[in-house]
Nanobody
């Protein structure tokens, strides 16, 4: 299984970006998808998590601004980010839990700056 993220870039404070992640390969059962982020010198943190059960969780600081979604038919994972703030600047990683294994995409850099 491979995950390919796209959609990062430079945006001004208050702007929006949508990250996409394409999952390819053989997957019998997907249990959850998510987005995490990391800045230099800090641990990776969960930004948004979506379980196939319907459970959704967000990092407190992004709740109400970010929305995670999934296109099951196309194996796509999205993160819509609105009202971006400079502190949202980070490398964003998509995540997938399938068949008892964790999979990670490469980081997509998001920079929020004027």
């Amino acid at each position: 299984v491979q995950l390919q993220a796209s959609g990062g870039g430079l945006v001004q404070p208050g702007g929006s970006l949508r990250l996409s992640c394409t999952a390819s390969g053989t997957m019998k059962t997907i249990y959850a998808v998510g987005w995490y982020r990391q800045t230099p010198g800090k641990q990776r943190e969960m930004v948004a998590y979506l379980a196939t059960s319907g459970y959704i969780d967000y990092l407190g600081s992004v709740r109400g601004r970010f929305t995670i979604s999934r296109d099951s038919a196309e194996n796509l994972i999205y993160l819509q980010m609105n009202s971006l703030k400079p502190e949202d600047t980070a490398a964003y990683f998509c995540y997938l839990l399938a068949d008892g294994k964790n999979y990670w995409g490469q980081g997509a850099q998001v920079t929020v700056s004027s």
